[in-house]
């Protein structure tokens, strides 16, 4: 199959570049696929998303279950902080703002946190809304794509550590910057469970890192694990700067193309390829050394 035109614009990106530069024609690499369309020994891939700041509040659902949710090794790091936050939250509101960070207006999100024992969960992929994840938009991906997507999601969460798309979770109000009184700093509780946790979890393939800085402080893959890790920025091309706006939506784009596309990369490289195909405009190098994570650039004029 002929190599699509890059000079041909996707949406919102501009003819891809490396350097700067028009790259010459490449040979296109075979596909690489999804769960379901590849043969079972080829890897799979591990997407880390932050959480949305704000949360669909489900109107129905049982209370959670601690039991029910994915990385067991996790429970007794979950526990402990949803028994301080709970307390907390149930005690003088005003000092529950301030350790929150929650302005006047936001003042039902402790009322929120104080009923999470009882509050109705929903999967958690119909929790989390926002920039990111109207830009992925779940609800309206196929079922083949959707079941990529509860496979490859992970969403790192201040209260939950992380938590699949499928896992189901209350509405709540954590932010992995927040310091409890008993615990501390979140990022920091939940490091030494992420790292006994998640290079499991991250397998053999390509780790995609879609994670804001600090929820990326909770787990920073080492080693051979970082050696397949890809982290994101997005910068708008005009002024090389990185904008919230952008940034977000462009990152659900980016999963969300995948995604439909069944596309599987196995390491880094592999993933940059996918994403020239898809139309983004990439920029990336490898890292001087083994043992590092790729950082790859993606260029966006606008978003609609």
């Known amino acids: 199959m002929p190599r699509p035109d890059r000079s041909h614009r996707r949406g919102s990106v501009v003819a891809l570049s490396t350097t700067g530069a028009d790259l010459p024609p490449r040979p296109v690499p075979a596909p690489v696929r999804w769960p379901g369309t590849r043969p079972k020994e080829s890897p799979s891939v591990l997407v880390l998303l932050p959480p949305s700041e704000g949360k669909a509040v489900p109107e129905r659902g049982v209370p959670l279950s601690l039991a029910s949710l994915s990385l067991p090794g996790l429970a007794g790091a979950r526990e402990a902080v949803l028994a301080e936050l709970v307390e907390l939250c149930s005690g003088d509101e005003d000092k529950a703002r301030e350790v929150l960070g929650l302005s006047e207006g936001l003042r039902g999100e402790v009322a929120k946190?104080?009923?999470?024992?009882?509050?109705?969960?929903?999967?958690?992929?119909?929790?989390?809304?926002?920039?990111?994840?109207?830009?992925?938009?779940?609800?309206?991906?196929?079922?083949?794509?959707?079941?990529?997507?509860?496979?490859?999601?992970?969403?790192?969460?201040?209260?939950?550590?992380?938590?699949?798309?499928?896992?189901?979770?209350?509405?709540?109000?954590?932010?992995?910057?927040?310091?409890?009184?008993?615990?501390?700093?979140?990022?920091?509780?939940?490091?030494g469970p992420m790292a006994a946790v998640l290079p499991e979890v991250a397998g053999d393939g390509l780790v995609l890192d879609l994670r804001s800085a600090a929820y990326a402080a909770a787990w920073r893959p080492k080693g051979e694990v970082a050696g397949r890790t890809a982290s994101v920025r997005v910068l708008h091309a005009p002024t090389r700067k990185v904008v919230s706006h952008f940034n977000k939506a462009t990152k659900g784009r980016i999963v969300r193309s995948l995604l439909t596309a069944g596309a599987r990369p196995r390491n880094p490289a592999e993933l940059v390829e996918a994403l020239r195909d898809l139309g983004f405009v990439v920029e990336a190098e490898p890292p001087a050394g083994g043992g590092r994570a790729w950082s790859l650039d993606v260029l966006v004029t606008e978003v609609h």
């Open 113 to 191: 946190n104080a009923g999470l024992l009882t509050a109705p969960a929903r999967p958690a992929g119909e929790i989390y809304t926002g920039v990111l994840y109207d830009a992925l938009g779940l609800a309206s991906l196929d079922a083949a794509a959707h079941r990529r997507a509860a496979e490859a999601l992970l969403v790192f969460s201040g209260l939950w550590g992380a938590v699949r798309i499928t896992d189901p979770i209350p509405s709540y109000r954590c932010p992995m910057g927040v310091k409890l009184p008993g615990l501390g700093a979140l990022a920091g509780h939940w490091r």
